[in-house]
């Protein structure tokens, strides 16, 4: 009987003493927000503040991009040629590529108000214009804001192929003719002889999906994979892929197909 009784009181102090502990824990998770002993029926949704160093200094919160903005971390600079050779000083190869980690919303038709969707998603590599962007000390790692028309071409994959590339919006990707730097004799033209021009034909390898009209729907693009084109001097934007050279063009700047 003794033993009863002793157990008994063992068995409500113990009780009494996980009811005050479950009670300091309720107390402790609500003053700091958490949901972590809330019944999944009423579990609300938080926001997550996290500390970051935008230039230096701590901000709250994450950085995050409005209107048709893109946050891409910069792709590191190269110092060694594909052939093994050092490079250094003034002569490293800065790329004007890197991963996209944040875009904003999209921006909308200034007349219709009818928003334009983003052509990219965290996670995907995207390769710009040489002088677009604002470049930013982000999270100690150089980053740059673009606007989503600066992205030329846009992949997956840690490494830029042709077979991961895609181009945006009214684009097409030209793989150009290397003919043109040569003579009717097959001698390649210096390029002190060339006088600043550039092949302006190529083969289309990519075409983009086409540009949105202020009625929402697609206007696609009136040029196919294989065919060959004719744009104005100097309106593409060259690309390097797998040591190939290739031009991304809008399709207002292609003057004739064949």
Do not use: W
């Not at 503040?49 to 792709?75: C, H, Q, S, W, Y």
Request: aromatic content about 4%; overall charge negative.
């Amino acid at each position: 009987m003794v033993v009863l009784l002793m157990a008994k009181t063992l068995l409500t102090r113990d009780i009494k003493t996980m009811t005050k502990l479950s009670c300091c824990l309720l107390a402790l998770a609500a003053a700091h927000g958490c949901n972590a002993f809330v019944a999944p029926g009423n579990a609300r949704a938080t926001d997550v503040r996290l500390d970051a160093k935008l230039e230096g200094r701590d901000i709250d919160g994450v950085l995050t991009p409005t209107n048709n903005f893109v946050l891409v971390k910069v792709a590191d600079i190269l110092d060694e040629t594909e052939g093994g050779i050092l490079l250094t000083g003034s002569a490293k190869i800065k790329k004007t590529e890197g991963k996209v980690v944040a875009v904003g919303p999209g921006r909308t038709h200034q007349e219709s108000g009818l928003l334009f969707p983003m052509p990219v998603v965290a996670g995907e590599g995207v390769v710009y214009g040489k002088y677009d962007g604002t470049e930013i000390d982000y999270e100690s790692g150089k980053h740059t804001l673009i606007q989503d028309t600066d992205i030329l071409v846009k992949f997956t994959g840690d490494e830029l192929t042709l077979e991961s590339a895609d181009v945006v919006s009214d684009n097409v990707l030209v793989k150009v003719d290397a003919s043109e730097e040569e003579t009717a004799s097959g001698l390649v033209i210096a390029a002190t002889a060339k006088k600043g021009s550039r092949p302006s034909t190529g083969k289309v390898v990519k075409v983009g999906p086409g540009r949105m009209a202020a009625n929402g729907e697609i206007m696609t693009v009136d040029i196919a994979v294989d065919d060959y084109v004719k744009f104005r001097d100097f309106a593409g934007n060259e690309v390097q892929i797998s040591g190939e050279e290739y031009a991304v063009v809008r399709m207002t700047d292609i003057l004739a197909k064949f």
